[in-house]
């Protein structure tokens, strides 16, 4: 167990839809991280946030957004979903900004788009 | 740009053999960091070790063991005397700050490498 909680496990939800992916890092980590992992695309890297504050940001949709909140737990909000959209969403935690710390993976949202 | 190639995308052993999974990558900066992830079936994304550039010392941790190489940009991952549970996705990834500081703490993995171990 990394210590970093994810909820749901599963989402089914329909084309169009909206949904909310939520992440409590581990106790003391002010480092929180999304990924997709899917198929075709592998393990990608989308958003991660510091503190409260956005610090760096990879291939992440217009139509997915994030935030966290000033106890430190993220969502992940994805809306107007796509087929293309089903995959496993990882949140990671680390302790620094950057190198510092490794970053440990919560169980992960598999979401399914039908 | 950053990029981790894992050239081997399936490998098959039998228990007790010996198993090296390679990864090459590719990065600009001087400062950066190496990691290995295992995705075993259940899915969760477990950490097994993390390198920086500075620190070329290869590492064993029981019956796992890493070499890193920088004048060949590689990290490859060695299990001794396999064993069936260590059947399982592995991943090498990367991070490296980028231009401005503005890709650090982004971790960009490679293809991972499907590890069966057969008994």
């Known amino acids: 167990d990394s210590g970093v909680t994810q909820t749901p496990k599963h989402l089914i939800t329909a084309t169009g839809q909206r949904v909310t992916l939520r992440c409590s890092p581990r106790s003391g980590d002010l480092s929180v991280y999304w990924y997709q992992q899917s198929l075709d695309q592998g393990l990608q890297f989308l958003i991660q946030y510091y503190n409260g504050e956005e610090r760096a940001k990879g291939n992440i949709l217009e139509r997915f957004s994030a935030q966290q909140f000033p106890d430190l737990h993220s969502e992940l909000n994805l809306s107007s979903l796509e087929l293309g959209d089903s995959a496993l969403y990882f949140c990671?935690?680390?302790?620094?900004?950057?190198?510092?710390?490794?970053?440990?993976f919560g169980p992960g949202t598999r979401l399914t788009v039908t | 740009a950053q990029k981790v190639t894992q050239a081997q995308t399936e490998i098959s052993v039998v228990e007790k053999e010996d198993v090296t999974l390679d990864c090459v990558y590719e990065?600009?900066?001087?400062?950066?960091?190496l990691f290995w992830y295992k995705q075993p079936p259940s899915g969760e994304l477990v950490f097994l070790i993390r390198r920086n550039s500075f620190d070329e010392q290869n590492e064993i941790s029981g019956r796992y063991s890493w070499n890193f190489q920088k004048s060949t940009s590689s990290f490859n991952f060695t299990i001794t005397a396999s064993q069936v549970v260590d059947s399982a996705v592995y991943f090498c990834?990367?991070?490296?700050?980028?231009?401005?500081?503005?890709?650090?703490?982004?971790?960009?993995f490679g293809q991972g490498t499907i590890l069966t171990v057969h008994p």
């Open positions: 990065t600009r900066d001087t400062t950066y960091y």
């Open positions: 990671a935690s680390s302790v620094g900004l950057a190198g510092e710390g490794e970053q440990y």
């Open positions: 990834a990367l991070m490296s700050p980028g231009a401005g500081g503005t890709s650090y703490g982004k971790l960009t």
